[in-house]
């Protein structure tokens, strides 16, 4: 085995997605290199061609296209491989097809490489994060989603343009399933330490009920609006990529509301599903205590078993 380089990654899948988070991690400057893998060598040539022609503008960095060999010293290796979400189509409808990627794909990262953190981009994203643990047997730590980390982005943004207030001192989750199920924990929301619906009320909202339905569906529906116009979402959740690696890369210790294996949180185990963890250099260190309301751990339980189902349907079989 190749000693691990941390200051290389490794993307697999030059997609959309892929290739959007291999731009954004260049303009990063966060690795020294990075290998694009893709089940079409040429598509994966021409995407490292082009985003190296930006490296003068940029830092330093060595942009290839390679096979599995080249990822044996990746420290971090992105998995965006997949079937692409259509206009009409929930993230759970990709499932099989997305399934039997991964049976193929998997298998061949962990035999090159058994010591890469895991990042799982590609929908259901839920799924497949727990498919990749199974099918790649790391340590559970290791192999990890990239969950709702753009959809609290999208709640964060949401909410700072409802009150007029920068995004970045909202502090709110979406929690749960990356999907149709997941949950906006109100119950937890703040602004700048400031409980969000006093913020509402000093901002001159006081219809807290029926906005805050209005922003939580606004965020659910966001990447079927998305794609409905230009067919793919590709450049949040690229920037969300780059905001995980920033936190292993740094060993930031940051919270982030990645999906991974749960054990016994909120009544939840042993499936992969949205929740706050400390992340860092060795990937999830553990998961941090919300304090949830009735209801929402009511739909949080829902969420956990509608993903659960699928497990069932799809990966016991």
């Known amino acids: 085995m190749a000693q691990i380089n941390m200051r290389k990654v490794a993307i697999v899948g030059c997609g959309f997605v892929g290739s959007a988070s291999a731009f954004a991690l260049m303009e990063g400057g966060l690795f020294s290199e990075m290998v694009l893998i893709d089940a079409s060598k040429e598509k994966a040539e021409g995407e490292a061609l082009d985003i190296s022609h930006g490296l003068p503008f940029a830092k330093p960095m060595q942009i290839y296209a390679g096979d599995y060999t080249a990822l044996s010293d990746a420290a971090l290796i992105i998995v965006t491989a997949g079937v692409g979400q259509k206009p009409g189509e929930t993230r759970l409808d990709l499932v099989k097809k997305n399934v039997d990627v991964f049976k193929s794909v998997i ?50 943004f949401l909410l700072g343009e409802h009150l007029q207030v920068d995004s970045r001192s909202v502090h709110a989750f979406i929690i749960g399933e990356h999907g149709d199920s997941e949950i906006a924990a109100w119950s937890s929301a703040n602004v700048s330490g400031i409980p969000l619906n006093d913020f509402c009320e000093m901002r001159g909202y006081f219809n807290h009920e029926e906005a805050m339905r209005s922003i939580a569906q606004d ?46 949180n909120h009544g939840i185990s042993n499936i992969a599903i949205s929740m706050p963890s400390i992340v860092g250099k060795d990937g999830v260190e553990c998961a941090v205590p919300i304090t949830l309301n009735e209801q929402e751990e009511q739909e949080l339980n829902m969420s956990a078993q509608t993903l659960q189902k699928v497990i069932d349907d799809v990966l016991m079989r």
Do not use: W
């Open 219 to 264: 965020v659910k529906n966001s990447a079927y609006e998305i794609i409905a116009k230009k067919h793919a979402t590709y450049y949040g959740i690229a920037m969300s990529v780059k905001r995980i690696c920033e936190a292993i890369v740094r060993d930031e210790k940051s919270i982030l509301p990645v999906s991974s294996i749960q054990h016994d």
């Open 107 to 156: 298998p061949q990262i962990a035999l090159c490489n058994r010591h890469a953190i895991l990042l799982v981009v590609a929908n259901p994203v839920d799924i497949l994060t727990y498919a990749a643990v199974k099918f790649s047997a790391f340590p559970e730590n290791k192999v990890f989603g990239s969950g709702t980390v753009l959809d609290t982005a999208r709640l964060k």
